[in-house]
């Protein structure tokens, strides 16, 4: 079956770094444009990042030359490096594989930036 799972949310300071991974089975994860998303609490689900499956990287404005996007196809991974984070970058962090009908969705990790 298909899973999608996120880690390395967590807690660090305004200015500090952060990586989080998407590890994807269950699909050829190498065919799918691979995004990432956040939730803010009481705001919509913003696409964040997204690269598609030839390695094409395109970001959000409040997030560009801070995130950077990348993927192992060989370990159906996806990666987004968070540099220079803000308190406004406070959110859940989804990862998305979407192609044609399949949509899907990893369960969140959060990840807060606060003193």
């Known amino acids: 079956q298909v899973q999608v799972v996120e880690s390395g949310g967590g807690l660090v300071q305004p200015g500090g770094s952060l990586r989080l991974s998407c590890a994807a089975s269950?699909?050829?994860?190498?065919?799918?444009?691979m995004s990432w998303y956040r939730q803010a609490p009481g705001k919509q689900r913003e696409l964040v990042a997204f690269?598609?499956?030839?390695?094409?990287?395109n970001y959000a404005d409040s997030v560009k030359g801070r995130f950077t996007i990348s993927r192992d196809n060989a370990k159906s991974t996806v990666y987004l490096q968070m540099n220079s984070l803000k308190p406004e970058d406070t959110a859940v962090y989804y990862c998305?594989?979407?192609?044609?009908?399949?949509?899907?969705w990893g369960q969140g990790t959060q990840v807060t930036v606060s003193s």
């Open positions: 998305n594989a979407r192609r044609a009908s399949n949509d899907y």
């Open positions: 269950g699909f050829t994860f190498s065919s799918y444009p």
């Open positions: 690269i598609t499956s030839g390695g094409s990287t």
